[in-house]
């Protein structure tokens, strides 16, 4: 059952606010360890050495995704891509406990911003009908190589 958007802004203006309140600026930074609400959630690691941050990490009933993209030396166009990214996101928020209709907020980094037209397609199939709030951004340069990266915040 997917969230309707009154339901979803409803449910940003109560628990933002509380996070902000639960977590002080800097308290995680200042002592190292992860906010006491927090809860990680490890996959074995394919990189030597691991990267320096989480897969998916959840805070009370948020689940955030860190950027997927498509891997070093995966070929195909824009479609194949995002198909491919977006199974991936999808894969993290199964494991995290959420699902893709429970999305809130997307970001799509596009290495060309004249794939925009033809990401869509594939976001409109797996993201729809009742879409979270996204940021798109064009121009950026990712790590692997790949034609696009997304990350996401969701509810659990």
């Known amino acids: 059952m997917s969230m309707s958007r009154q339901a979803r802004r409803t449910?940003?203006?109560?628990?933002?606010?509380?996070?902000?309140?639960?977590?002080?600026?800097g308290a995680q930074q200042a002592s190292g360890a992860a906010p006491s609400q927090g809860k990680r959630i490890y996959r074995k690691p394919t990189q030597t050495p691991p990267?320096?941050?989480?897969?998916?990490?959840?805070?009370?009933?948020?689940?955030?995704?860190?950027?997927?993209?498509?891997?070093?030396?995966f070929q195909g166009d824009i479609k194949v891509q995002a198909t491919r990214v977006i199974d991936q996101v999808e894969e993290s928020l199964k494991a995290a406990g959420s699902s893709m209709a429970k999305?809130?907020?997307?970001?799509?980094?596009?290495?060309?911003?004249?794939?925009?037209?033809?990401?869509?397609?594939?976001?409109?199939?797996?993201?729809g009908p009742d879409f979270p709030v996204r940021t798109t951004i064009g121009g950026v340069v990712m790590p692997d190589g790949g034609l696009l990266e997304i990350d996401c915040v969701a509810y659990i």
């Open 103 to 127: 999305v809130l907020k997307v970001n799509v980094y596009l290495s060309d911003i004249k794939n925009f037209e033809a990401m869509n397609e594939i976001y409109r199939s797996r993201f």
């Open 51 to 73: 990267p320096p941050y989480s897969s998916e990490l959840s805070y009370g009933n948020l689940v955030f995704i860190s950027g997927k993209g498509v891997g070093v030396g």
């Open 11 to 25: 449910f940003l203006a109560s628990a933002l606010p509380a996070l902000a309140l639960a977590a002080p600026a």
